[in-house]
């Protein structure tokens, strides 16, 4: 298992980040090994289906650059971490405008020699199993990858039976080959209305999921596993002690 973390640019010692605009909002950044100073991807928090997509950064800095899949309506942001809700972000006309912006930016971004790398979310167009395995079958020769994040695909009704519900994503998307990384953490519940609540991103060990139960069927994938970057000794500290592998080399 290599373990990376999603790392603001100022703390992560990407130099260069400054060149990759607004692609580099956060920076995937290995913590130990040969390769610690080498980015996995640099990550924007943007809606790319906005339409405002960020210029190619350089090539030199790593291979891929990352983002969430999207989601409509598309001038709306997200709030206290949490995406807004609608049919039509799943449903036909999220899909067709995430389809569309990939037709137009794979191209460009091979010629860079870069691929990118789409972060699927419950409130997105890639939002489960299904709508993942689809658009990776459509886009099959295109330069186009995954980041899972198995929680980031719970809604607040799927928390109680978690354990259950990570497992299967892990085990049917986990191995693929076009996913190249897990990401491991757990939900914070945020309300956002009367009688609404909805989740936000939380450092594994911080919410109401059992962080074993993130951990284990994460790491039995065998792919490079990211942790956000709050409370880090924390999280790094269930790891080792639980006995779940990792590369030779001091943590930071």
Partial sequence: MILHVLRQPQTAGVWDAPDAGGWAERVIMPIEGRARETPLA???????LAGA????PPSRLCSHVAGWSGWLPP?????????PSGPETWMGEGRARLDDLVEWLAPSLADAGFRLALRPHAR???NDVPSCLSFIKRWNDAPIDLILDPAAMLTDDMVADAPDHIARIAKALGGHERVIA?????????????????LAEAPVHRGPIDPMSVLEPIVACGRPVILIEQELPKQLGLIRPAGLPTPGGAYS
């Fill in 75 to 83: 001038e709306t942001r997200p709030r206290q971490g949490t995406f």
């Fill in 53 to 56: 997509v960020p210029r190619t």
């Fill in 182 to 198: 897990i990401v491991a953490a757990n939900v914070r519940r945020v309300p956002t209305g009367p009688h609404r609540v909805e």
């Fill in 42 to 48: 640099l990550f924007a928090s943007l809606n790319l």
């Fill in 124 to 126: 997105h167009t890639l």
